[in-house]
Nanobody, 127 residues
């Protein structure tokens, strides 16, 4: 079992930045593909960005491309989501997730592929 804990959310003004962290415990997740998703009130959960188990491949959805960057530090068993130029429409609960079965270079974008989920962290962007 892997437990994921997100942190770093909060309230920020439009144009500001936040860095979310997701720390894994229980078992090492250093080889797992890791993804970030978000869910706004009344909306479905959507993919934001992911990084491969090898760390060499990343992918960001259109809603994040050019503004958000995903990275990982396997020594700390932690994945990060650096969010810049935040907009009010980025307001959501952000979740990290781990895919234990992904190939080392895979970057899964669909939630059904992920096995473990964190509890989420709230990000609120004011206009």
């Amino acid at each position: 079992q892997v437990q994921l804990v997100e942190s770093g959310g909060g309230l920020v003004q439009a144009g500001g930045s936040l860095r979310l962290s997701c720390t894994a415990s229980g078992r090492t997740a250093s080889s797992y593909a890791m993804g970030w998703f978000r869910q706004a009130p009344g909306k479905e959960r959507e993919f934001v960005a992911a990084i491969s188990g090898s760390g060499g491949y990343i992918y960001a959805a259109d809603n994040a491309k050019g503004r958000f960057t995903v990275s990982r530090d396997n020594a700390k068993n932690t994945v990060y989501l650096q969010m810049n130029s935040l907009k009010p429409e980025d307001t959501a609960v952000y979740y990290c997730a781990a895919d234990r079965g992904a190939e080392p270079t895979a970057i899964p974008t669909m939630s059904r592929y992920y096995d473990y989920w964190g509890q989420g962290t709230q990000v609120t962007v004011s206009s």
